[in-house]
Each structure stands twice: as C-alpha cells, then as structure tokens.
C-alpha cells in the first residue's frame, strides 16, 4: 500500500498530483499516515502507530483510517487496488 510514485509530499504534509495538478493539505494525523505510508508501512502498522501516539478509540481509528486510504484512492494519490 503506497502513494503513487509521482505524488509530491513536503514534510508539512502538503501533496501536490501533477498528473491532474490537484494539490491538498492535511492535519497532523493525516501527515503522520501518509509519511507511514511512503514507508510502506500495512494498514495494522499504521493503526497501531495512531493508537500509540494519539487518544483515540481504536474503533475510530480503523474507521477514520479506511475512510482516508479511500479519500487518497478517490483523488488518485494511491493506487485504487490498494487495501
């Protein structure tokens, strides 16, 4: 599970597509999931990373989580067979 290899990402988390010149920001749990991910990290890594670093649910997580690798997919900034 990885960004696609064109997409542009500063450390502040800001993304940048050029294929389609579509740029997005994100907040600091979105930042922390994509640096994770341009690490290849699995879906299970992440989530166990955001319960060890934030107070939250871990039902919230995986929901929330799914919700944005689906968001990346939809904004072709991952591959769309990613899981």
Known sequence: M???????VSE??????????DSFSSNPVATDIISLLKQD?????????ILSK??????????DLDEFLQELRDN????????
């Open 2 to 8: 990885k960004l696609l290899s064109n997409i542009a």
């Open 12 to 21: 502040s988390g800001y993304l940048f597509n050029p294929t389609n010149g």
């Open 41 to 49: 990290k699995s879906p299970e890594e992440i989530k166990q990373f």
């Open 54 to 63: 934030y107070d939250v649910e871990k039902s919230t997580v995986e929901r």
């Open 76 to 83: 072709y900034l991952m591959n769309s067979n990613a899981k």
